[in-house]
């Protein structure tokens, strides 16, 4: 079956850091990029940038530069979406999204990450 | 940046009625445009890509039209399992997406 599998939700206090997975299966992992989204509560979507499955090679976009690191292990066809000093506006849902806005487009069921004292 | 407005914002119908979404961009993005649905706790659902090319299994009374600037989704008859919110999303440009129109049945 093809799919995105998300890790669950988490709890972290601010200046903590959190790693979000993002595990492929039912495809070849690295013939697709993957594209990672935010959306805060009751809020809409907002593009966070994506990687190259095939290189390895980051995008960020703006308002997601040195906090947030993407990431791969291939190996286990998994990508990671880690946000580092977490402040409480970083609570939202965090989704990765495989060639977003195309005829192979899918999404992770989504993350929960809540940043609070 | 690229940035997507849309109109408007809340929109309440009634099942059978014909439905118009609007979404602009702040300047040409082409026909590198999509709209996703998305309903409560879920992630979206992409309905339209290229502007006009509907999605694998979305049905066709979605349809959408438009290039450049100016964008439209149109329901042609509303079923009560389309509430929710449309967003539009632009990536001629990275990736914008547009604030969202809620669907009210």
């Known amino acids: 079956q093809v799919q995105l599998v998300q890790s669950g939700s988490e709890l972290k206090k601010p200046g903590a850091s959190v790693k979000v997975s993002c595990k492929a299966s039912g495809y070849t992992f690295i013939s697709f990029g993957l594209t990672w989204v935010r959306q805060a509560p009751g809020q809409g979507l907002e593009w966070m940038g994506w990687i190259n499955t095939n290189t390895g090679k980051p995008t960020y976009a703006k308002g997601f530069t040195g906090r947030f690191v993407f990431s791969l292990d291939t190996s286990v066809s998994t990508a990671y979406l880690q946000i580092n000093s977490l402040k409480p506006e970083d609570t939202a849902v965090y989704y990765c999204v495989r060639e977003m806005a195309t005829i192979n487009d899918l999404w992770g069921q989504g993350s929960l990450v809540t940043v609070s004292s | 940046e690229v940035v997507m407005t849309q109109s408007p914002a809340t929109l309440s119908v009634s099942p059978g009625e014909r439905v118009t979404l609007s979404c602009r961009a702040s300047?040409?993005?082409?026909?590198?445009l999509a709209w996703y649905q998305q309903k409560p706790g879920q992630a979206p659902r992409l309905l339209m890509y290229?502007?006009?090319t509907r999605a694998t299994g979305i049905p066709a009374r979605f349809s959408g039209s438009g290039s450049g600037t100016e964008f439209t989704l149109t329901i042609s008859r509303l079923q009560s399992e389309d509430f929710g919110i449309y967003f539009c999303l632009q990536y001629n440009n990275w990736w914008t997406f547009g604030q969202g129109t809620k669907v009210e049945i």
């Open positions: 290229g502007a006009f």
């Open positions: 300047q040409s993005v082409t026909t590198n």
